[in-house]
């Protein structure tokens, strides 16, 4: 394409559609060569004279007629994006009929096949490659479908609603019916036809209907979907008692295939999974596994309300639906495991993913302003941070406040397209309380710093806050106003004792915990009645994404860690400790100083593995290091080699002072116990394989021994993958062992050989390189395979830092080829690889050169899809 004016679709430019599309009666005539699609529309005008112009991309047209007469060639106009019919009435039912090749389709966009099944993507454009529609969110129709297939090769046919007619055909064929009462817009349409199992199960509504619940597979999985059942039937129950929100049809089907570009799709019961977020086994997947699938089993059912039926007006609202639902999946995992553990998951993902996003060339809104391609917004900033922004949002006004403010945005805006406005509106309306200075949170751009510093004054008992908040330029944005930021404090005292939280006036006592209204660029707060020097408890619960300066000693550090009542705060302490340690030890390499460990940090890292009164699974979150992607976040110019140099040795280092207790604390949860998902069990295998995995850092052949005991024995995957990928990061000959001896077992198994792929992508043994490229030309890689790219590339480019950043360059030159060959393929996935190359600027200077390089690459080659131009030309504007 010429991308010397890409076209840019604005925030500011939206207007209401010209047309609305009350029904829609769509026919599908499956076949082996070709699908034939009829559309037929009740169409009617809203506004002006503009002509009709229809969305299609990529479709053979195959006639057109309106109000039952066929239009000559001359009687519309069609053009690579849309269908354009000079329509002089007020309304008209239009037919049209298109031709697909399904079997074709590599993007995996409108409709295609997967694994010889039938099935469709239409978020965010998709549908507009099935036929020619008005295909934007606040066009809102009411559907019915006709599938029609050969019986014995797609006996299941499936789309949205219910299904209101089935019949067998001359020909060996067969048709169903669907349709579905509710408005939607054509992103949510959903068609699956296939050679199918499913399993069934039932749940019975607040108001006593019975839903029938349905999970499809091929055959060879339908063993594979009980937890997915049960994680769905919890979301329907969860979903009424928390938000009072039931669900509306008869059936609820989940279609599990192996090929498909996100994780899932929300369409309007029909929802289309991909096939690792469903299958599952305790031998086939991890602990981690088993909580994705009922967080994104809980996330797609959620959004039947938020999302479905309250849907976005436009795409840049894309985190009314997206963030909101994150929100309340979080919660909703929260509820079913252990609340400070997630919200501590939640805060690793959202820096390890965000944060970077906000600090570099592809910064954007939560809400953008312009976009070229709306898949490249499908980001953690409209995702987590979106989150981020409703938690704040229930943070100000209160839980009940914001129950009452869903209630109200459902009562108003139930079958309608909705904005960010609307929603805000409803939570200022139920609460009072005024939201004005929070909306700025959609509207800008990057991660806000605070600055806190404490003051006690003894003679008059009190301790004052000095707060200050600011933001560093991001595209576009050079200068920030200031946000409106919930600060949630505490103030301990000797041995941990938490101070109330009065202010002069007060009454009573305040509370032991309390929300700070940070809305100045500096404020301060004072606390009266305190009659001891405090350490003061900051940003707890991650009560903002905000990045913290507290001027905290290691000293204090260290009393947090061991004191502070937040979960949050507490794990928080260590990391920041353990953050400065080794940032410290970085500077020590590049001056060529010895390097030793603080006995601050070891003493208190010793408390922490050893408690007897904190939870398993925390002590494994509050011993895990500081990634060194996360390292790098903190340094102006990423040094590769130091970053890695100190990691190795802390993680060495605690090996060889602590290894006694590792070791005996192995042993202890080592009991071989039959497998169960529950979170005590969960707990107990975190801390066991993060014990390994700091034994492995410092090998003796008795530690390799019982490592590859672990895995030859272990009777889960979670135990068995830990082992496979402690041996896989150590310089053994037991290393290849389980290499083979897991891809034999597991070589049947799609879903597991993406676990293997994955597991030597992020080998940091120097060879890591040479083997990626040798796998890629492995008998289980398939670079038309979304999961394939992700587990193997996707890896290695954003979870192998040494690796991928080697000197030499090649991990880049692997990329580019990569993306220029998958741009071909599916561009949706080639764009999101590129993002291996948004921070090259923040690198030394030879790599930054190697990076640029190589994006000038992809820039220069002909035919590149906008996807990859925007997220490519972007890293590099202004450069």
């Known amino acids: 394409m010429d991308h010397a004016s890409p076209q840019t679709i604005r925030l500011q430019d939206y207007r209401s559609p010209s047309f609305a599309i009350e ?61 354009i019919i000079p329509l002089i009435g007020h309304e008209a039912e239009i037919q049209i009929v298109t031709r697909l090749k399904p079997q074709e389709n590599t993007q995996l966009s409108g409709l295609y096949q997967s694994s010889g099944n039938f099935c469709t993507q239409c978020e965010a454009e998709g549908f507009r490659r099935i036929t020619y ?30 299904l209101v007619e089935t019949d067998d055909l001359d020909g060996g064929r067969h048709q169903a019916v669907w349709e579905d009462p509710f408005l939607k817009p054509s992103y949510l349409f959903a068609l699956v036809a296939g050679d199918l199992a499913h399993v069934e199960d039932h749940f019975i509504t607040s108001s006593g209907r019975d839903v029938t619940l349905r999970i499809y597979t091929v055959a060879e999985d339908s063993d594979k979907c009980a937890h997915a059942m049960e994680s769905l039937k919890k979301s329907m129950k969860w979903d009424e008692d928390v938000f009072g929100l ?51 089993i809980a996330h797609e059912y959620f959004h039947n309300w938020t999302g479905n039926r309250v849907t976005c007006r436009d795409w840049f609202q894309l985190s009314l639906k997206e963030g909101l639902t994150v929100f309340r999946d979080q919660q909703f995992s929260a509820d079913m495991q252990s609340a400070a553990e997630q919200r501590i998951d939640d805060v690793k993902m959202l820096r390890a993913r965000q944060f970077p996003e906000d600090a570099g060339p592809q910064a954007h809104p939560v809400r953008p302003e312009s976009y070229i391609e709306i898949n490249n917004f499908y980001t953690a900033t409209v995702y987590e941070k979106g989150a981020e922004i409703i938690r ?22 139930d079958g309608t397209a909705a904005t960010v406005e609307d929603f805000v509106a409803a939570m200022q309306d139920a609460s009072g309380v005024d939201l004005t200075q929070f909306t700025r949170w959609y509207g800008q751009a990057g991660t806000p710093h605070l600055e806190v510093r404490g003051a006690w004054n003894e003679g008059e008992q009190t301790y004052t806050l000095r707060v200050r908040q600011s933001a560093k330029p991001t595209p576009g944005q050079p200068e920030k106003r200031p946000l409106h930021i919930p600060l949630a404090v505490g103030l301990l005292g000797a041995g941990g004792r938490q101070m109330p939280l009065t202010f002069e006036g007060d009454n009573d006592d305040g509370p032991l915990s309390r929300v700070l209204d940070v809305k100045e660029p500096e404020q301060s707060f004072t606390f009266t009645g ?5 350490v003061p408890s900051l940003l707890r619960g991650f009560s903002a994404p905000v990045t913290l300066d507290a001027g905290y000693s290691r000293e204090d550090l260290a009393f947090l860690l061991s004191n ?77 080699e130091a970053i890695e140099h100190v990691h190795q040795f802390v993680r060495a280092e605690l090996s060889r002072r602590l290894g006694d207790r590792f070791l005996a604390i192995y042993h202890r949860l080592n009991d071989r116990q039959p497998y169960r998902f529950a979170s005590d069990a969960v707990g107990r295998r975190s801390l066991k394989n993060a014990c390994l995995f700091y034994l492995m850092a410092n090998p003796s052949r008795e530690t390799v021994a019982l490592c590859r005991d672990q895995f030859f024995w272990a009777d889960n995957m979670t135990d068995s993958l830990a082992a496979l990928t402690a041996l896989a990061n150590t310089d053994v000959p037991e290393r290849e062992e389980a290499v083979q001896a897991f891809y034999e077992k ?42 394939r790219v992700r587990s193997l590339i996707g890896a290695f480019t954003q979870s192998n830092m040494p690796r991928f950043h080697d000197a030499h360059g090649g991990g880049y030159e692997l990329l580019a080829d990569t993306v220029l060959e998958l741009d071909r393929i599916n561009p949706q996935v080639a764009a999101r690889m590129v993002g291996g190359f948004n921070q090259w600027r923040r690198y030394d200077e030879k790599r930054r050169g190697l990076m640029r390089a190589e994006i000038d690459r992809i820039l220069r080659q002909p035919g590149l899809s906008k996807d990859v131009y925007e997220i490519a030309s972007k890293s590099v504007a202004g450069g």
Request: glycine share 4%.
């Open 133 to 162: 529609f008005l295909d934007r969110p606040d066009v809102l129709s009411r559907f019915t479908t006709r599938i029609t297939a050969d019986k014995t090769k797609y006996p299941v046919l499936l789309s949205n609603g219910n």
């Open 246 to 296: 039931e669900y509306d049809l008869d059936i609820y089907n989940i279609v599990a295939v192996r090929d498909f570009n996100m994780g899932a799709m929300e369409n309007k019961s029909l929802n289309v999974f991909n096939s690792a977020y469903v299958l599952a086994t305790p031998e086939t997947a991890t602990d981690a596994n088993f909580n994705a699938i009922e967080s994104v």
């Open 530 to 534: 305190i009659g001891e020097r405090p």
């Open 746 to 787: 597991w070589s049947k198994n799609p879903l597991v050989i993406d676990k293997w792929l994955s597991v030597q992508a992020m080998s940091e043994l120097p060879d890591t390189l040479e083997r990626v490229r040798s796998l890629m030309g492995h008998e289980s890689f398939s670079i038309r395979n979304p999961n």
């Open 392 to 413: 704040m949002m229930q943070t100000i006004i209160g839980k009940d406040n914001f129950r009452k403010g869903m209630d109200l945005y459902f009562k108003r805006h």
């Open 23 to 83: 029904k829609v009666d769509l026919r599908f005539d499956l076949a082996e060569e070709s699908t034939l699609v009829t559309s037929t529309m009740s169409v009617r005008r809203t506004r002006s004279e503009d002509p009709l112009t229809l969305d299609g991309e990529d479709l053979e047209l195959i006639s057109v007629k309106v109000d039952g007469h066929a239009l000559g060639r001359d009687d519309y106009t069609v053009t690579p994006a849309s269908l």
């Open 564 to 640: 502070d009542p937040d979960e949050f705060a507490r794990w928080e302490a260590g990391q920041t400790l353990a953050t400065g340690l080794m940032l410290d030890l970085v500077t020590a390499y590049r001056q060529r100083q010895p390097m030793v460990l603080d006995p601050t940090f070891l003493t208190a890292f010793e408390a922490v593995l050893t408690s007897a009164s904190l939870d398993p699974a925390f002590i494994a979150l509050a011993i895990t290091l500081p990634s060194q992607s996360y390292l790098a976040q903190q340094m102006a110019e990423i040094d590769v």
